[in-house]
């Protein structure tokens, strides 16, 4: 199974400011990574797939990088919004299995 | 727009199985241009891919659920549905089911979940 690690396991930032959430592949999963947001209560919405290809609607503010072992989501300015938990997604070892990472909570500061 | 909603029940006793349906709106459930999934989330925790399925019935399960899980697709009322089998109180979580993107040149592969369904939480209690 590939092990997905994100971190922090929460990031404090002002509005405004900008926000890197890292997740790291316990071995190369290509660019098949994906990013979703949640907020509280809510279903999971998918902002990034193709490790860099923003989904329908997603703001511009929300881009995507890397590929192989480590990926990074950035928010260049984070929105009253933007509050919510990130989680990133592998698919490229389909069809053993899929995962998850274990999130990250971007919380005001 | 394409809207999921599952149903089911809200309690399920230890030992018992699980039976879970989504119902598909907005769109049809026999397209060869997607899977259909399952991913559940204990309360508190992240996300876990349970399984998919296409509408042509193939399906596809996490290794580690897999002997407990069934799903299947009927085309006719546009759902499909989960069984999980011998629930225990760590299988307690809010399940949702999700369209999900694949690709088929130059093998099939499922990619990522999008829309999901808004989520139904099971508790496994007596």
């Known amino acids: 199974e590939i092990v997905m690690t994100q971190s922090p396991a929460t990031l404090s930032v002002s509005p405004g400011e900008r926000a890197t959430l890292s997740c790291r592949a316990s071995q190369s999963v290509s660019s098949n990574l994906a990013w979703y947001q949640q907020k509280p209560g809510q279903t999971p919405r998918l902002l990034i797939y193709?490790?860099?290809t923003r989904a329908t609607g997603i703001p511009a503010r929300f881009s995507g990088s890397g590929s192989g072992t480590e990926f990074t989501l950035t928010i260049s300015s984070l929105q009253s919004e933007d509050f919510a938990v990130y989680y990133c997604?592998?698919?490229?070892?389909?069809?053993?299995?899929?995962?998850f990472g274990g999130g990250t909570k971007v919380e005001i500061k | 727009q394409l809207q999921l909603q599952e149903s089911g029940p809200g309690l399920v006793k230890p030992s018992e199985t699980l039976s879970l349906t989504c119902t598909v709106s907005g769109g049809s459930i026999r397209t060869s241009s997607y899977y259909w999934g399952w991913i559940r989330q204990p309360p508190g925790k992240g996300l876990e891919w349970i399984g998919s399925?296409?509408?042509?019935?193939?399906?596809f399960y996490n290794p580690s659920l897999k002997s407990r899980v069934t799903t299947s697709v009927d085309t006719s009322k546009n759902q499909f549905s989960l069984k999980l089998t011998s629930l225990t109180a760590a299988d307690t979580a809010v399940y949702y089911c999700?369209?999900?993107?694949?690709?088929?040149?130059?093998?099939?592969?499922?990619?990522?979940?999008?829309?999901w369904g808004q989520g139904t939480l099971v508790t496994v209690s007596s």
């Open positions: 997604q592998q698919y490229n070892n389909w069809p053993r299995a899929l995962t």
């Open positions: 999700a369209r999900q993107d694949i690709v088929l040149i130059p093998a099939a592969m499922g990619r990522w979940f999008d829309p």
């Open positions: 193709g490790a860099s």
């Open positions: 399925i296409y509408y042509s019935g193939s399906t």
